[in-house]
């Protein structure tokens, strides 16, 4: 019998008082909403995405409902129910309520792609403040705290200060839009076999390259077998999705065909990357490859000029680089969707939040990148700043761990560096609430999840302190260089409080800041116990969660960030990841997610809240900001533009 097993409710508010949110319970900025429900069929084409669509309306005083739909969708074995109500809850102020039921055969199921939707929410920001117009029309200056460090899809260019570069230069064959459900951009339509592990691709044939070069399967083909040889540790969504022992082949020019040996469920999410899911023009980068590395590339060996160039299809190309100081994005008018809004956008270093500030209420610059808690708070109603609370996403703020370092092989010290963490003082004082205590590795909704208070590590001092002693070893215990990256200021006040309380216990650290490139390469290259690290890669686990980073294969590989593996977890995502059972998939994935929350895999801190601080002579069309994708840089989608 059909059972109903999950509901998601997405609350989309228009025009509505403070005290009113916050008693529906939401406690971000007023919005216009319109909701838009989408699920992708199993194999398809742009015109197989079922959509609802809602908008609001107010009527002014009348507590009555305005508007209500349903859509069905879905095969016979798992149905996707959306409704949608709209009612006002007070004069002129109207809320949107979306609930979503997902109906299967099966009574242990559980609604793993519905309910990857939870928190998406649609904004549109329209009107600025009367008069207020930019001094550089076209052109828009973000503030950025550190300089490239690579811009090489296949290397650590997803990973660094090269990552919004990338989003805007270089295409994929699927793209994020409003929700988690890959949407098709350079394909036209999609085929999967019945036992998932065959894909064949459709692409358009009107792209073309910057160079004048046309886009072509056999450049899709070179991209992505480039990057599965480099072997970079930032193509985990590629490593998770597809694997690194797939077949992938062009069958003419516009006709791509990937076969993978597992269960290929989730091929599209992978190729949805923002970064590594890019096209590149194999015509222009493989002479240079051949003229600089005549063995070739391989892992940590790549071409130097894609460190500081671009070779793509997207909408902007890399303008003027000054290095140390800036480097811009210069619009391509011949874009194959139409040329953006903006002419130029320009990445300006300024690693001094204060200083960016200053320059930001100055007008000097429009846009501040990852700004302190503390100085948003102090910005919020600062005449002619835009700020915006977003809420949580599936990024993550957390301790990588290097399980082949002697010392860290110890799950007692482990588990007493988890129990030593004052979290709520973190998410609280520090990120003063611009974010989520983690509970694992996968967000609420998504495949793997448990609840929080399943979560086996909670600050408890006196605990830690004890299994310090336990460990045996000489306190106190020194794990040495702990890095942070510029790209985020605020982790020198988070290694600042976890230093003193991991000193209270008996466990000694050095934060340091590095460049991220130097940090992940010492990381790799095993010199570091430790490393605070923020990563979104679990975006795919609506069907798989992370097996690269906690697998025997994921270290054989060379593709293992934390040289974790554990027979039960290993076991466990092997059947999850041979299997087209989604009730199955989640209760081995679950399984796995516990035990490397139990065995300390890494200490996860919070879930990240990215928050948008601008200028309100800039507009935009929509944003998709608090889905658990952050997409907010993709200057196209997004229509950013000046007034």
Known sequence: MLTYLNYVKVYILENISKERRAYLGYAGSAIVGVIIGRVIL???????????????????????????????????????????????????????ITERATVTEKETAVSTVDRTVTNLQTVTKEASAAGATSPRPGHLIMQYPGFISSLDPAGAGGWTFGAETLMNCYDGLFHYQQGLTPQPKLVTSWERSEDTKTWTFKLRNDVKFHSGNQLTAHDVVWSLKRGLKVKHPSWTAIFQTIGSDASIEALDDYTLQIKVTGAGL???????????????????????????????????????????????????????????????LERWDDYWRGPAKLEKFTFKIIEEPVTAVNLLKSGEIDYIWRLMPDLIEDLKGEPGIFTHNPGPTAAHIYFAIDH????????????????????????????????????????????????????????????????????????????????????????????????????????????????????????????????????????????????????????????????????????????????????????????????????????????????????DWIEFDYINYQAPVPLWNMLWDFGFRTK
């Open 404 to 615: 082949s370092r002697e010392l860290m092989k110890s799950k007692t010290l482990r588990q007493a560096m988890a129990y030593g963490v004052p979290y709520s003082e973190i998410v609280n004082d520090v990120m003063r609430g611009y974010g989520v205590k983690s509970t694992g590795w996968s967000i609420p909704g998504q495949v793997g999840w448990f609840p929080g208070e399943e979560f086996p590590y909670k600050y408890d001092p006196d605990k830690a302190r004890a299994l310090v002693q336990e460990t045996g070893l000489s306190t106190p215990i020194d794990l040495g260089v702990c890095s942070w990256a510029s790209f985020l200021p605020v982790w020198e006040q988070m290694s600042a409080v976890v230093k003193a309380r991991w000193e209270a216990i008996g466990i000694t650290m050095q934060p340091q800041v590095m460049d991220d490139a130097v940090r992940y390469g010492g990381f790799f290259d095993h010199k570091y116990n430790i490393n605070w690290t923020s990563s979104l890669w679990n975006i795919a686990s609506p069907y798989t969660n992370l097996p690269p980073h906690f697998t025997q294969k994921g270290i054989d590989d060379g593709v293992s960030l934390f040289q974790f593996a554990h027979p039960t977890s290993d076991a466990a995502f092997a059947i999850a990841g041979d299997t087209t059972d989604l009730a199955l998939r989640n209760v081995e994935i679950t399984k796995a997610m516990r035990v490397l929350a139990d065995e300390v895999s890494g200490v996860m801190v919070y879930w990240q809240v990215f928050p948008l601080v601008l200028r």
């Open 266 to 328: 989730a091929v599209h999410y992978g190729l949805a990357n923002p970064t590594v899911g890019s096209v590149l023009d194999s015509k222009v980068i493989q002479p240079k490859i051949d003229a600089e590395l005549p063995e070739g590339e391989g892992p940590g060996v790549t071409v130097q000029w894609l460190s500081r160039n671009t070779a793509g299809s997207g909408p902007f190309k890399v303008g003027n680089v000054q290095e140390g100081v800036q480097w811009s």
């Open 42 to 96: 199993p194999g398809g084409s742009a015109d197989a995405v079922t959509q609802t669509v809602t908008q609001t309306q107010a009527v002014e005083g009348e507590a009555q409902t305005l508007t209500k739909t349903k859509t069905v969708e879905g095969s016979a074995k798992t149905v996707v129910e959306t409704a949608v109500e709209t009612k006002t809850v007070g004069a002129g102020e109207t809320a949107t």
